[in-house]
């Protein structure tokens, strides 16, 4: 079992830079990959970034390549989503994703709303 917690979504102008943040806990962190998805008003979730176990393997949307960094701190059980020069578009509920043994754990998501 894992459970996750995403916190640092707020509202920020365009331009702007947050950082999200997913604490985990349950299985060992260090163990399994991560991901972030997000979900705007009437749209699927989508996929926004991944990183392997040991941050060695990432990979991004084109839409945020350049523009957002994910990291992860295993001694800390934290992952995190730096996000910068924000646009409108980006605006969405941002999730916490881990894949362990073939089971997709989901954290309930933290609101970004990019204003003009």
């Known amino acids: 079992q894992v459970q996750l917690v995403e916190s640092g979504g707020e509202l920020v102008q365009a331009g702007g830079s947050l950082r999200l943040s997913c604490a985990a806990s349950?299985?060992?962190?260090?163990?399994?990959?991560m991901a972030w998805f997000r979900q705007a008003p009437g749209k699927e979730r989508e996929f926004v970034a991944s990183i392997s176990f040991n941050g060695d393997r990432i990979s991004y949307t084109d839409s945020v390549r350049g523009r957002f960094t994910i990291s992860r701190d295993n001694a800390k059980n934290t992952g995190y989503l730096q996000m910068n020069s924000l646009r409108l578009e980006d605006t969405a509920v941002y999730y916490c994703?881990?894949?362990?043994?073939?089971?997709?754990?989901w954290g309930r998501g933290t609101q970004v709303t990019v204003s003009s």
């Open positions: 349950g299985r060992t962190f260090g163990s399994y990959g």
């Open positions: 994703n881990a894949r362990v043994l073939a089971t997709n754990y």
